[in-house]
């Protein structure tokens, strides 16, 4: 059965709407904003249609479009670390989310470990792959040839994004596939097309070229595993490893790939998911009861109804119950759910994916 996102919107302190894609049910695991996404095409693309199906396997997977990307707002201004992070934090609040564990992908994983040095109350286990702690342009004396390194990245996606040239291929495809078929070479242009415009991708090479969470990185106080291949081109092992270390008592995890992230098709990936999901295991096993363990199927009712906009007593009446006990049944939901009004236990809920 084909993966869909049930998707939402959310709004940033500065006004910037975020397209929010939720898939599967559970408890929920966040992928902290990155580059060459479209929550509408995600769960189809042979780039990530694996990441989701897996993730989306044993959780409420929650992915957005970070802005000027996919579905959320294409006008941005400056682009920072501060900003992902600040839309990171925009997007769990306006889910309700109290405590996670945090996925950072390729650009994201120095936005995910900002994120989870921030606030070590809300991130509960973190996942990275593809991440480095220090980006081109971050250090004072960059290499010469580094510097030369990243000008022909700008210049590559300020002139020919999106377009499928061959000398664009030469450029982009090279560092993000080193061993890859046609058909998924022909993807990733698909995906430069969809995912944002030029103009957008050169100011998120910029910003992430400036990326530095050397310092923040050994903040970090829960548990981390972290993945990478080492054959990638785009962000090499090195600084991958590199970012692991720093971090205390993560687990690195090397992965036998030419790619910047492993296809489906290679034994990479089964190492991964192995590797992955024995992680997060851990984390349900020691954490807190599910909330949806916590709720009785009437509460569930109760909790749905509240979400289609219902008063006590239309819930009431709807299922022959009191509104005195609709209303006891509502505070017990709030307690479980740990929410302090029935607009946050709604969102939580939907996230928790217990409105299904």
Not at 159 to 185: D, I
Not at 201 to 210: I, S
Not at 230 to 256: C, S, T
Not at 313 to 324: C, T
């Amino acid at each position: 059965m084909r993966l869909r996102p049930d998707i939402r919107f959310c709004t940033t302190a500065d006004g910037a709407k975020l397209a929010v894609g939720l898939y599967g049910n559970g408890p929920p695991l966040v992928r902290a904003g990155t580059w060459l996404t479209h929550v509408e095409y995600d769960a189809t693309s042979p780039l990530s249609a694996h990441w989701c199906e897996e993730l989306a396997k044993r959780h409420r997977y929650i992915a957005y479009d970070s802005r000027g990307c996919g579905l959320s707002d294409r006008q941005v201004d400056d682009l920072s670390l501060d900003v992902f992070v600040a839309d990171l934090e925009a997007v769990v609040d306006g889910l309700g989310l109290e405590r996670f564990p945090l996925f950072g992908l390729s650009m994201g994983a120095p936005v995910a470990v900002a994120y989870a040095a921030k606030h070590p109350e809300r991130v509960s286990r973190l996942v990275l792959h593809g991440g480095f702690h220090r980006s081109y342009l971050a250090a004072k004396t960059s290499d010469p040839r580094v510097i030369e390194e990243a000008d022909v990245l700008l210049k590559s996606a300020r002139h020919g994004w999106g377009s499928g040239s061959p000398a664009l291929r030469q450029v982009f495809v090279a560092k993000f596939m080193g061993n890859a078929t046609e058909a998924q070479r022909e993807a990733f242009d698909e995906r430069q097309r969809v995912s944002s415009t030029a103009e957008v991708a050169e100011k998120y090479l910029r910003a992430m070229f400036a990326f530095d969470v050397k310092d923040l990185a050994p903040r970090v106080s829960c548990p981390t595993i972290a993945f990478h291949s080492r054959g990638d081109q785009l962000i090499f092992f090195d600084q991958g490893r590199k970012l692991a270390a720093l971090i205390p008592g993560a687990r690195f995890v090397p992965l036998d790939s030419m790619n910047h992230v492993p296809f489906r098709e290679e034994p990479a990936w089964e190492v991964l998911v192995a590797a992955l999901r024995a992680f997060l295991d851990e984390d349900a096993s020691t954490g807190a009861p599910s909330p949806a363990k916590e709720l009785t199927p009437r509460q569930l009712d109760v909790l749905r109804g509240v979400a289609r906009g219902l008063s006590d007593k239309e819930i009431a009446s709807e299922l022959s119950l009191s509104p005195r006990t609709v209303e006891m049944h509502v505070s017990h939901v709030l307690a479980a759910l740990e929410c302090a009004n029935r607009a946050q236990a709604v969102r939580k809920a939907a996230a928790l994916g217990l409105l299904d």
